[in-house]
């Protein structure tokens, strides 16, 4: 934990944890050769905060110690984060601490906090109670980063004998007395109940079981980091979209297909929250599913079972290379179909389904080298103006709806285009169509009608650009097509 030259900076709150902590550390500074400085983070949610911070300030003056001092309101913070006080305590905790090292320590420094082995069971158990997988149930660790913990082969019982044979004054939390914290809750009730009632030292086997877990969760993850790189496709490794090939994934033990999920989870949003074992196993049972079949999740992620396997992405996701293969947009044609004039001279805009649709119509006359401007991108596309007769919409697919293959005049049903073309069916229903009745002259992102094409007796071009745009104030970005 400790090596000579660290500077250490220890967290006290002033309770008798800390101040333990803060004696041991006392003791320890000649022998192990660091610096020791102090940090009090003032949580601003009991009136008597303020006398905390002063005990703890003269703690520091009287042994020629630093003393830093951080105020936060918890109780606002996190009010307007909808999360518990406890939890929003720890957070700005931490935040505090990477303030200060940064400030004040070039970044160099370690954090001793003062968890013990009771602190260790009581996360094991609310990890349990709420649901947590194996790194949940992993309990501390000693060292964790900059953050290490001197105390936490340590019972509460020794942090207290300890004190009282040494006479050591330190201060009592209120809010450590009361049951209105979980945390607390399970130390009033549960740890004491188990102690007293059901074993003798069942909270070292709680956090003795802890230590063997976090073992195995590192084997675990080694296997993991294996079965990722056999599964997931590199070249499909991208921001916000992961491909799982379904060939690989089935061959794995159950165990490392659930890890594997949480893994590709992480890789697509770094701090995905909310992911319960629940989700994992929906998106676990997807590879078993037809082609097609789509599983909503937390944090904007969603997972689509395609031909290949099963693709797991955020709806924000525009990465066009893959728009064949994975749903890139869309959410099922929910708007109402948009149409485009037909008159003589036509330019505008449409919005459709957040995407802008602009059209312009132009004459081709005296353009030279007028076949080498056609665009051949995939966002935008010229057609005949003069073969198009009644008004254009722009609309998701209906039944009927087809589009000409060759210059013969053959048809192909859209539907079996999409099927041709592995576009999963929970797509299908959202690719925007450019129609005249039930003619599609283009299925946007992908082709357009043989009937509608650039010819060398056009004497009129209708140019359709399709991106992104704002409507009602609100901006998109650029097209999924």
């Not at 020629?64 to 307007?80: G, I, K, N, R």
């Not at 159950?254 to 594997?260: A, T, W």
Request: charged letters at 25%; proline letters at 3%.
């Amino acid at each position: 934990m400790i090596e000579p030259g660290d500077c250490i900076v220890a967290g006290v709150s002033g309770g008798a944890d800390s101040v333990c902590l803060f004696h041991l550390l006392l003791a320890l500074r000649e022998q192990l050769s660091f610096s020791l400085s102090v940090l009090h983070v003032n949580h601003g949610i009991r009136s008597d905060a303020g006398e905390d911070a002063e005990f703890v300030r003269q703690l520091c003056r009287g042994r020629q110690v630093t003393f830093l001092l951080v105020e936060e309101d918890v109780p606002a913070y996190a009010a307007a984060h909808r999360i518990g006080e406890e939890e929003a305590g720890r957070i700005l905790r931490y935040q505090a601490f990477a303030s200060v090292n940064e400030q004040h320590y070039g970044g160099r420094a370690k954090f001793a906090v003062a968890h013990n082995r009771d602190d260790c069971a009581e996360t094991v158990l609310f990890q349990l109670f709420r649901g947590s997988g194996l790194h949940g149930l992993c309990g501390m660790k000693p060292v964790q980063g900059n953050i290490i913990r001197p105390l936490l082969s340590v019972q509460r019982s020794e942090i207290e004998a300890y004190l009282a044979g040494h006479e050591i004054v330190f201060r009592t939390d209120s809010t450590n007395e009361g049951d209105a914290y979980a945390r607390n809750r399970i130390r009033h009730h549960i740890l004491r109940y188990a102690e007293r009632e059901i074993c003798r030292g069942s909270t070292g086997h709680i956090t003795h079981a802890a230590d063997m877990l976090s073992s195995a969760a590192q084997y675990l993850d080694s296997q993991t980091d294996g079965a990722f790189a056999d599964c997931v496709e590199n070249d499909a490794l991208r921001d916000g979209y992961v491909r799982i090939s379904a060939k690989q994934f089935l061959r794995l033990h159950p165990y490392l297909k659930g890890s594997l999920i949480h893994r590709c989870f992480s890789q697509i949003v770094p701090a995905a929250k909310n992911i319960t074992s629940k989700h994992v196993d929906h998106v676990c049972a997807l590879f078993d599913k037809p082609v097609g079949r789509m599983v909503v999740l937390p944090g904007g992620m969603r997972a689509v079972r395609t031909y290949e396997g099963v693709c797991l992405e955020t709806a924000e996701c525009g990465n066009q290379a893959a728009c064949r293969e994975k749903p890139c947009s869309g959410t099922g044609c929910l708007g109402e179909e948009k149409m485009i004039p037909v008159r003589e001279s036509a330019c505008g805009e449409v919005f459709f389904e957040g995407l802008l649709f602009a059209y312009r119509v132009f004459s081709r006359e005296g353009k030279e080298a007028f076949f080498e401007t056609i665009p051949k991108n995939n966002c935008t596309k010229w057609f005949d103006y003069d073969k198009i007769k009644e008004p254009i919409t722009i609309r998701c697919r209906r039944s009927g709806d087809y589009l000409a293959i060759n210059a013969a005049g053959n048809r192909k049903s859209i539907k079996k285009y999409m099927i041709d073309e592995k576009i999963p069916s929970a797509v299908r229903e959202s690719v925007p169509l450019v129609a005249q009745g039930g003619h599609i002259l283009w299925v946007v992102g992908y082709r357009v009608s043989e009937a509608y094409k650039i010819t060398a007796d056009t004497k009129r071009v209708m140019e359709i650009y399709v991106s992104g745009g704002k409507e009602n104030g609100r901006e998109n970005q650029h097209a999924s097509y």
